[in-house]
């Protein structure tokens, strides 16, 4: 993806994303796969989460299929997709630190990430495409003394937070840079489709873990962090402080998890596995915003039609562009990282 300025003086009169680059049709290559082949093109939708995209994913084939998931599976779930946030918002605050001069704050959590991609290769032999989570449940348990080796991880995150929080949000240079700065009026929220960390930066409370619940999010207690001022410094913080909760959450799914219990539900032959028609939308929070997969099938072994729908695609298109005009050329990097989007699935 690439960002077209037409500037006058340090002032950025218009902006156009140009998109392209990375397309390869996944939506399209999913109707060429059985129900089961589809995986391995699920995961690339979204780099740095991709568990979202094979929960999703899995939960509409299940949900068409009338297949029923272990109540095991459903925390191991959970766990997986938390697990894909931390790293998710690792990724994005280090950037924003990384695009306003502080890098540092970009080095510390991209280590604290590394070491939760320890755990994922851990727990599901990948660090990146984990094709994990599968219709009926997912591969494996958890390998023993894994909660002891996450709760180092979460111990480590939580140290390096605290530095970033002393050097990147009680940095008045960084307050500066992102007070007042990329604002979106909430009046737009609605027509461009903005949710997740963007709109509740905005005073928006809106969570489908909370609004919906899913898996087993109704188990859990967890608050929604929001902000009101709806500019960079809001989205920041909003994204600090659900890293903060997706921590605790961590914690939470793993002292509860059951000890015993299957995590994969038998299924028939999946080379001739014959889903009956129908349709369906499943949706849930990822680190970005509402994700959904809206699956259709017509009898056969492969997928009528699958649509992605990302909040990559909404924040980085058009209101991008239309909050572009009247920044300062210097705060563009800022901006575009504070909406958080990634290209892959924009280009689905």
């Not at 391995?40 to 929960?55: A, Q």
């Not at 320890?118 to 495409?129: P, Q, S």
């Not at 961590?250 to 080379?271: D, F, H, W, Y």
Request: hydrophobic share 40%; charged share 25%; net charge negative.
């Amino acid at each position: 993806m690439s960002v077209e300025l037409t500037v006058n003086g340090d002032e950025v009169v218009e902006g156009k994303t140009h998109v392209g680059y990375l397309h390869r049709g996944f939506e399209k290559l999913m109707e060429r796969r059985t129900f089961i082949q589809v995986f391995p093109i699920v995961c690339r939708v979204c780099v740095p989460e991709p568990d979202f995209n094979e929960y999703c994913y899995a939960a509409a084939v299940e949900e068409l299929a009338g297949i029923e998931t272990p109540e095991k599976a459903k925390w191991i779930r959970a766990l997986i997709l938390e697990m894909g946030r931390f790293n998710s918002y690792m990724m994005s605050i280090g950037g924003i630190g990384g695009a306003l001069g502080n890098g540092i704050v970009g080095q510390w959590l991209t280590y604290v990430r590394d070491l939760m991609l320890d755990r994922f290769e851990e727990l599901t032999g990948a660090r990146i495409y984990h094709m994990f989570i599968l219709p009926g449940g997912v591969r494996a348990g958890l390998p023993e003394g894994f909660e002891g080796r996450m709760e180092e991880v979460l111990a480590t995150a939580e140290r390096y937070l605290d530095d970033t929080e002393k050097l990147l949000f009680t940095n008045a240079v960084f307050k500066k840079r992102t007070k007042g700065v990329g604002y979106i009026d909430p009046a737009l929220f609605e027509s461009y489709g903005v949710t997740g960390p963007n709109a509740r930066a905005g005073g928006v409370a809106k969570d489908v873990r909370k609004d919906s619940p899913y898996l087993v999010y109704d188990q859990l207690d967890f608050d929604v962090p929001v902000e009101h001022d709806s500019d960079i410094w809001a989205r920041a913080t909003v994204r600090y402080r659900d890293l903060r909760v997706t921590i605790d959450l961590l914690r939470q799914i793993l002292a509860k998890m059951p000890k015993t219990g299957e995590v994969m539900t038998s299924l028939p032959n999946v080379l001739h596995w014959k889903i009956p028609r129908g349709e369906t939308y499943i949706k849930g929070e990822s680190s970005r915003g509402e994700y959904g997969y809206y699956l259709v099938t017509d009898g056969s072994g492969y997928p009528r039609r699958v649509n992605v729908r990302g909040p990559s695609y909404t924040h980085a298109m058009a209101l991008l562009e239309h909050l572009i005009p009247g920044t300062n050329i210097a705060d563009v990097a800022a901006l575009m990282v504070s909406l958080h989007t990634y290209p892959p699935e924009i280009e689905r």
